[in-house]
């Protein structure tokens, strides 16, 4: 019997039956107050250090711990909202055992340059950007040395900040770049032109206070995060994920009717309990394409929530893929088995004719 364990290389193509109830009701912001705003114009900059764990995506490394990544940046905002940022990233971290002489390093590096454009949702502040980037990797396991010298790519990225109370706010951002390379080379061989992908991902809280005369806000911020560097080790096959958090301290221009939390005063969002359920028929599939005898078969999703006046909510969600295969004529019996549970905040928005919820 063959149990195969949930990776990252599944995949499924599905279609889906929802059945929910759905809030309704409430006078919703409307966009020309976004359209009306005037953003804060000046400086900002920051640093940030990140406490992070390396993992491959078939489980074999060893030896790392929670170890620090820096990340650095520099920009300016226009009153328009308009922007330019420079990034700078890096986890460079290194593990030993004498014993047995063996020495493994891991170092990855980025390097953005970018514009942004700061938005708002109502009471939800964010900022969208796009650009180039710069990365490098290389990975040492024994005697074996991986190399990705010079990697060149596009970045895109979303920023989104929430106030709650004070100078307390709820943030999220989430970073996406498709990278190429020239060359690929582990010591032993070498391949020409690959492709891979960086997803990023943080999620946390925080806290802003306005210094005093200089029009600049002081923020600090603590969050989970997650890297995932797709296809970089193990002769291409295998991919390299960090995961752990972050601390931050930046500062930014402040003023403008941007910064006011105010933004959603006098509007409500329809508030009570939301749930609902999803039958979903999926068909897996493999990255190799190793995989036979399934066709689509159900999936089941189900949730429950509440959402209050101000647009904030809390969720709770639970999906489930179980289905079997079995070939009684060579004695296999083949199972997959893949199951998430998410708690999660949410906040509601309204852009124009379009509404929309983000959560996290």
Same mark, same amino acid.
């Given at each position: ?42 400086? #900002? ?254 999936? #089941? ?38 199951? #998430? ?20």
């Amino acid at each position: 019997m063959k149990i195969y364990s949930v990776k990252w290389k599944y995949g499924v193509c599905a279609a889906a039956l929802m059945l929910t109830p759905m809030l309704s009701g409430g006078p919703i912001i409307s966009q020309a107050q976004a359209e009306q705003a005037s953003f804060p114009s000046g400086i #900002t900059a920051g640093v940030e250090v990140s406490l992070l764990k390396p993992h491959h995506s078939e489980g074999q490394i060893e030896g790392y711990g929670y170890d620090p990544a820096t990340l650095a940046w520099i920009g300016y905002q226009f009153e328009n909202g308009l922007g330019i940022r420079g990034r700078w990233w890096q986890y460079n971290e290194r593990t030993s055992d004498p014993a047995a002489s063996r020495y493994d390093k891991i170092k990855m590096e980025t390097f953005d340059l970018e514009a942004t454009k700061a938005f708002t949702m109502g009471s939800i502040k964010g900022i969208v950007s796009g650009g180039v980037r710069f990365a490098n990797y290389r990975e040492d396991s024994g005697a074996s040395v991986l190399r990705v010298p010079s990697a060149y790519g596009l970045v895109a990225g979303l920023e989104l900040r929430k106030p709650i109370y004070g100078g307390f706010s709820l943030f999220g951002e989430g970073r996406q770049s498709f990278m190429f390379d020239g060359s690929w080379s582990d010591g032993a061989s070498s391949e020409k032109n690959i492709a891979f992908t960086i997803s990023e991902l943080k999620i946390g809280v925080e806290y802003s206070y306005p210094l005093m005369r200089t029009g600049l806000d002081l923020f600090g911020r603590v969050a989970g995060q997650a890297q995932y560097w797709s296809g970089m080790s193990d002769g291409d096959s295998e991919s390299t994920g960090l995961f752990g958090a972050s601390f931050m301290v930046g500062i930014r221009a402040g003023g403008g009717s941007y910064a006011s939390d105010d933004t959603d005063a006098g509007h409500k969002y329809p508030s009570g309990f939301t749930a609902g359920t999803e039958v979903s028929l999926l068909k897996p599939h493999h990255t190799e394409g190793q995989i036979e005898g399934y066709g689509y078969d159900p999936a #089941t999703l189900a949730w429950i929530g509440y959402q209050f006046q101000n647009g904030l909510g809390i969720r709770g969600r639970w999906w489930q893929y179980n289905e079997r295969t079995s070939d009684p004529a060579a004695s296999t019996y083949d199972k997959i088995k893949m199951e #998430t549970v998410d708690i999660e905040v949410t906040q509601a928005f309204k852009l124009g004719s379009m509404k929309g919820l983000v959560s996290g």
